[in-house]
């Protein structure tokens, strides 16, 4: 067996364990390859055709993974996704499959963890919102939780 096939079974032993992107698989391949780039994309391509490799099942399973496991919102999602190399259709098809309510249900826990940590800093209100945006939510839907947990806290 060459080079190109003992690769080619290995990829697809780790392509049936989780998902992966193209750009993941290929990065993989062309370091396994040690730099031929011709063969790496040859390798894709093969994974691709034989639905080893899948950008859109994979960008679904990471939009859910990420927002249930590790409370992050759709604008981090979606720059993770993009970052990886994948379309921006497929990552607004992805985000469909993140339930609203239960990403907002998860932001306020979030939120609410964070206020425990931060009680009594002066500018709890700002650490609370900065931490909100960087978790990749959108400010119009973290201002007002805020105000409410201030509120209910205070």
Known sequence: MDDFAKM??????????????RSDIFRKALTALEGDKDAAERLVESLVEDRFVDDSRYAAAFAREKARLSGWGPVKISFALTAKGISKAVVSEALKEVDPDEADSRMVSVLEAKYRALKGDPQEKFKLIKFGLTRGYEYEKIAPVVDEILKKNS
Request: charged letters at 35%; hydrophobic letters at 30%.
């Open 8 to 21: 080619l079974d290995r990829l697809q032993a780790q392509c049936v364990k989780r998902e992966y992107c």
